[in-house]
C-alpha cells in the first residue's frame, strides 16, 4: 500500500523559512509526477508547485503564480524525497501542506488534483507573527 508522509511543517514568523519534505512506502518517487497542494480554512485546496518527469533524472518543474519566486520543488532520489523550500513566508502562506503523487511520469494539467492518485496527511504550517 502506497503511503505518502509529509513532514516539517511548524509555526514561523513572516519572512522566514521552512522546508516541507515528502516521502513515500512501497512507491519510487523520482519515476512519477509529483505535486505540492495546500489548503487554508474555509477554502479549497490549491496547487502550489509540481515536478514532472520528463526524461531519465530530468524533471520539469512549474510553481503557482503566488509562490513563484519563493518556493522550490525539489527531487532528492536517494532518499526517495521530494521537498518544498519555502522562503519569505506570509501570513497567506498559512495552511495544511499536502504532497501528492501520480502514478505517470508526466501528466497534462499538473494543476489538477484529479491528476494525482496518493495523497499525503498533511502538514500544518502557520506563518505568524
Known amino acids: 500500500q502506497v503511503q505518502l508522509l509529509e513532514s516539517g511543517g511548524g509555526l514561523v514568523q513572516p519572512g522566514e523559512s521552512l522546508t516541507l519534505s515528502c516521502t513515500a512506502s512501497?512507491?519510487?518517487?523520482?519515476?512519477?509526477?509529483m505535486a505540492w497542494f495546500r489548503q487554508a480554512p474555509g477554502k479549497d485546496r490549491e496547487f502550489v508547485a509540481a515536478?514532472?518527469?520528463?526524461?531519465?533524472?530530468?524533471?520539469?518543474?512549474a510553481n503557482a503564480e503566488s509562490v513563484k519566486g519563493r518556493f522550490t520543488i525539489s527531487r532528492h532520489n536517494a532518499k526517495n524525497l521530494v521537498s518544498l523550500e519555502m522562503n519569505s513566508l506570509t501570513p497567506e502562506d498559512t495552511a495544511v501542506y499536502y504532497c501528492?503523487?501520480?502514478?505517470?511520469?508526466?501528466?497534462?494539467?499538473?494543476?489538477?488534483?484529479?491528476?494525482?492518485?496518493?495523497w499525503g496527511q498533511g502538514t500544518q504550517v502557520t506563518v505568524s507573527s
Open positions: 501528492a503523487a501520480s502514478r505517470r511520469s508526466n501528466i497534462e494539467d499538473y494543476r489538477d488534483r484529479g491528476e494525482y492518485d496518493y
Open positions: 512501497a512507491y519510487t518517487l523520482s519515476n512519477v509526477a
Open positions: 515536478s514532472r518527469r520528463i526524461g531519465s533524472n530530468v524533471y520539469n518543474t
